[in-house]
């Protein structure tokens, strides 16, 4: 009699054909994750190509950039209690009634000591254009209002150094205009990415704190004669990096407010730079104080940037520190061109 034929796979088939799909998973899943990611890059560069139209939308009606912090209707208020310029654009980004709220049920524009400078109206207001699809969200859910999304101090210490060595696209204590940037607004930056933190002082993240209490020693702003070497940045950041007791947690955790790494980062450092960011202030809660504030970004390799004249782009965290302290200023009178 013949053999009854054999309707099934043995053991051995059955696992090969499970390791070949287990290779072909293994080969597709980057190209998945890598297909995934250019979408989300290509959403955060037009956010930056939205945010650079509305702030050139302000330049044409008011003439001039609004500057980073926003003290309107009492100078008496303190700079850290102020709104971000981030907040001048809103009605550009069609989100004038937001902005009318805010400035109604703040009377004058301006955070208050009553309410420690917290205003309620901005914690669970999501922004879409201000948030990069790479990153996640800040953790603590009580604060919906983030941003990814960075205005330019450029290459200075940044907050309180003199209003001439506020060398960036924005400053705080004095408006910008395109007359101004006589570098051409082509080669300098606009705006920058920022990580939001982790909101947890005891998982050291260096890419999502701000280290604090380390002063700085030497010149506040760079120059075309280099007065900031790479040295001396990276000095700095090794200083801060092994001494991290006392951590900002909150970068990005509201646009509304116009302190560094919450709407404003400066270019002494290159975009995702290997140490934490860092200030000198140590009881600041608050990151209103001298420092290095660099680009950062989950895109490998480097970080996007908006541009003055309205572009965007990708700019490597390999990016020599001359050329981009160059970049980061608007009238520093260097030859050197964007990357």
Not at 75 to 97: C, D, K, M, R
């Amino acid at each position: 009699m013949s053999k009854p034929k054999r309707l099934g796979f043995t053991l051995v088939e059955l696992l090969v054909v499970i390791a070949i799909i287990g290779v072909l998973i293994a080969l597709l899943l980057p190209a998945v994750q890598q297909a995934r990611e250019a979408a989300r890059r290509m959403s955060c560069s037009n956010n930056f190509k939205q945010l650079g139209l509305a702030f050139h939308n302000y330049h044409d009606t008011y003439q001039t950039f609004p500057t980073y912090v926003l003290r309107a209707g009492d100078p008496a208020v303190s700079h850290w209690q102020s709104y971000s310029g981030l907040t001048s654009i809103l009605p550009f980004i069609e989100q004038n009634n937001l902005r009318e709220q805010i400035r109604s049920s703040s009377n004058n524009f301006f955070l208050s000591n009553e309410n420690n400078a917290v205003h309620p109206r901005h914690r669970l207001t999501r922004i879409d254009a201000f948030v990069c699809p790479s990153d996640g969200d800040f953790p603590d859910t009580n604060f919906k209002g983030n941003t990814n999304y960075a205005m330019s101090a450029g290459s200075n210490l940044g907050w309180d150094v003199s209003v001439d060595q506020q060398n960036g696209a924005f400053r705080r204590d004095q408006a910008t205009n395109f007359a101004s940037m006589t570098d051409g607004t082509s080669n300098t930056i606009m705006l920058g990415e920022i990580l939001k933190g982790n909101n947890s002082s005891s998982s050291y993240k260096y890419d999502q704190v701000v280290v604090r209490g380390q002063s700085w020693s030497g010149s506040f702003l760079s120059t075309s004669q280099g007065a900031i070497t790479q040295a001396t940045v990276d000095g700095y950041g090794s200083t801060c990096a092994s001494n991290n007791s006392s951590l900002s947690v909150v970068p990005g955790r509201e646009w509304i407010r116009g302190v560094n790494y919450m709407a404003v980062f400066t270019t002494l450092a290159p975009p995702n730079w290997k140490y934490p960011a860092c200030q000198a202030c140590s009881v600041c809660g608050a990151s209103d104080s001298r420092g290095v504030f660099p680009a950062r970004s989950r895109h490998p390799g480097g970080a996007m940037h908006g541009l003055c004249d309205g572009s965007v782009s990708f700019i490597a965290e390999t990016t020599d520190y001359t050329t981009y302290h160059a970049i980061g200023s608007r009238s520093g009178g260097e030859t050197v061109t964007l990357p």
